[in-house]
């Protein structure tokens, strides 16, 4: 007998873990950092662990994906996730999953600041400057829009057309009387 999981046999299920998800290369990486040194992993016990990774992700997946779909959210959120592991049974993963999480989020976060500080250190123009460019950006498109209501109350009375700055006039019949 096979176990249905999800609509699929474990089998079939361990197929498509090949067509799609976890490339080889890297379970073959997790796999040799977590070996002592000096053993080795046969090609049969790597292939294995592959479709197991690959398995569980999906049953992860799908359940964090039936959450979000009862929610009616679009987005998996790692909340998700963490409720699909308690749901399925992995609750002592949670804590672990959750540290996890943290640690990408504060890594992410110092990427972000070191990016931004980065760009700024690199920039030939110092912040003062910028801002000053800036607020001149802001005053002239403020004058912009002012020229606009004039010139359109203009045309409004006296049945002028009007054209915005930089676009091309359209075509206008004018009576021939």
């Given at each position: ?5 999800h609509g699929?046999t474990l089998?079939e ?5 090949d067509?799609v998800?976890?490339p080889?290369?890297?379970?073959l990486?997790v796999?040799k950092?977590?070996?002592p ?8 016990s790597?292939?294995?662990v ?10 992860i ?7 979000s779909t ?9 909340e998700?996730?963490l409720?699909?592991?308690k749901?399925?049974g ?8 959750k540290?996890a999480?943290?640690?990408y ?6 990427t972000?600041k ?9 920039a ?7 801002q000053?460019?800036q607020?001149a950006?802001?005053?002239e498109?403020?004058?912009?829009q002012?020229?606009l209501r004039?010139?359109?109350s203009?045309?409004?009375?006296s049945d002028?057309?009007?054209?915005a700055p930089?676009?091309a006039?359209?075509?206008t019949?004018w009576?021939e009387d």
């Open positions: 007998r096979h176990r249905r999981l699929a089998e299920r361990m197929a498509e873990a067509e998800g976890l080889k290369a890297t379970v990486k796999i950092d977590f070996l040194e000096g053993m080795r992993c046969s090609n049969e790597r292939d294995l592959h479709q197991l990774l690959s398995e569980f992700f999906q049953l997946s799908s359940e964090a994906n039936r959450k009862e929610e009616n959210k679009k987005t998996i959120t790692a998700h996730t409720d699909s592991l749901a399925l992995f609750e002592k993963y949670v804590e672990e999953a540290a999480l943290s640690g989020q504060d890594e992410a976060e110092k972000r070191r990016r931004t500080s980065h760009k700024m250190k690199n030939d123009i110092p912040l003062e400057e910028l000053r460019r607020e950006l802001f005053n498109a403020k004058q912009n002012e020229r004039q010139m359109s203009l045309s409004a009375a002028a057309p009007v054209f930089g676009k006039p359209e075509t019949e009576d």
